[in-house]
């Protein structure tokens, strides 16, 4: 019976990573787009009728709703008016011992942002963090798709490749980190003896800032291909045989079939699984935090591990500057996706 | 799926090639993770040498074992992990339900906040989450910590389980309303225990989430026996002392269970994401 539903979950899944996905999504947004226009149309004793009609699902997802209220809705708003303040460590409500100390922070209106704006520190950061993401991210979509291309095909030896090659995902990423950490150790670390060994001068891996944001990419990279991997070897294995057979029939090169099949029919899951390592890369935060701390320097602190600096590292801790980087990441995030949605809806793709 | 594809046989040098590149890129995959093993079984004074393992000892883990906290921290961490997960995917699973099934007001709303809330930094929450926690003395408390990890749970659960009653189908609903139990019924009785595979692997991913946690429990939690396994393993590393040697066994204990689960649930794992993820 498990194993059953199980396969079922899988099968339908696979499905959804290939083409039928797409056409879901529509049909999926024309209802709900239908059920807004018969809501307005019925205004008067509506809502008592769509108290009648929808009270279990409201009930059911009331759980949910109270939760993201009180834990993210709440904090978000705070968020937001902290970074409005000049709140730090001395002068937030605080407990000394028995004795209770309330805030006097002020509310500064956007000063915080002015000078988070026009500190060069911010360009910095924000340069370094979309290099990080775009290089993150496309190195480890090619290096990917190109292994997921290779496990496509039938060869002796599949199965043992492919379990190898998933190997980093199974292993908590702090702990890779930390086995990297090890690996580029500069005076005993393996990597240099290697080097060493082939008469090659010791690479200060993560005390050079050039080198440290090689670093930090390679660590990222090994770390996210899995992932990516087994999305597009999903994504290959629900592209049909036949549509390979038929073009090589008609005497298509391995270059045009990958061109005219395999990309098209990998586009849903790509999208996806590209909207989603840009999110999660722009956000990385143990990486960097743990591999270099942000170092050399200041030279690998990407915009996230700079809020996280601002209000638990540096002394008095800066709660409001904290805030502040916060927001902004959030509407950076935010913008970029409402282009990727735009632009994925200009190719006709709704999703 | 797709088990026969007859393309134009691949000639001895193309083979070669590829067997080249796969046997690199496993090579470099598994590398660092078997060097850390090897390395928890050196004495610790060998740890950064790069022999192999001349006399195997398991001293790294005895000392682990009875000289640090680390026992601790690995039950502070199923502590958290444990209840962040069976909390999250038992409020999670309700909504997932709801939104799969029902067409209602407020649903479309409802699905892009729980899209969106998954891009949150966790830099715009940390600071309030932090204040707040201060305030209610539950700083350094394992409940503080489950209350921040619900919400990364908690929005994830809730989308990847709709992924899974997407493909659960409605015609089981239906005969369940025929027989007159009511929705609660219906999801109570006949879908969760279909959904169980679901429920199992979301959980999966909400504790692998929890357990790998670095950020929060890095700022939530101090003092030695407080700490998670991501705040542990870092007081092995410091900027001026390295304890190779305990950091390696430590990983090798921590990566373990991880490793084990993983193996059982990876297939769901992508299949459930990826099918949350374009479904939206």
Redesign the interface.
Known sequence: MAADTSQSVVKAADDGVGNDSAVRGRSRWTDSGNTGNTRNTRNAGGLRRALATHWYAWAMVAPVVLVLGVIIGWPLVRGVYLSLTDANERNVARDIGARHIDATYEFIGLDNYTAVLGDPVFLQRLVWTVVWTVACVSITFVLGLTLANMLNRQFRGRAAYRMALILPWAVPGFVSVFAWRFLFNRDNGILNKVLDGGGIAAVPWLDDPTWAKFSVIAVNVWLGIPFMMVALLGGLQSIPGELYEAAEMDGASAWQRFRHITMPGLRTVSMTVILLSTIWTFNMFPVIFLLTRGGPGDSTEILVTQAFREAFITSPRDFAVSATWGVLILLLLMIFALVYRRSLRKQGEVW | ??S?????SRSPLA?VG??A??VV??V???F??L??LL?SLKPAQHA???DFVKEPTLSNYTYLLESSHFLDWFLNSVLVAGVTTVLGVF??A??G???SR???????P?MW?LL?????????????????M??LGLLNQPVGLI??Y??IA??FC?WMMK??F???PVEIDESGRVDGL???GT?WRLILP?????LAVTGFYAF?TA??E??YA??FMVGDENLT??GG??TF?TQYT?N?GA??AA?VL??IP??IF??FA???L??????G????
């Open positions: 799926m797709t026969t594809r007859t393309r134009g083979s590829l067997h590149t796969l890129a496993s470099i995959a598994v660092p993770v060097w850390i390395t950064i040498t790069t409020i999670a309700t909504t339900y709801a939104v029902f067409k209602f007001p407020g649903m479309k409802l906040t969106i809330t998954q891009m949150f930094p966790m830099a715009i929450l940390i600071v309030p989450l932090y204040n707040l201060g305030q209350i921040t619900l919400t908690v929005p809730a992924g899974f997407d493909t659960i009511n929705p609660f999801f279909l959904a169980k595979p679901g692998i357990w790998g670095v950020a890095s700022a396994l991501a393993l870092q590393v390295s190779w950091m390696s990983s921590i990566a991880a490793a993983f193996v990876q297939r769901h992508v299949a459930g994401m990826t099918a993820a374009t479904k939206g």
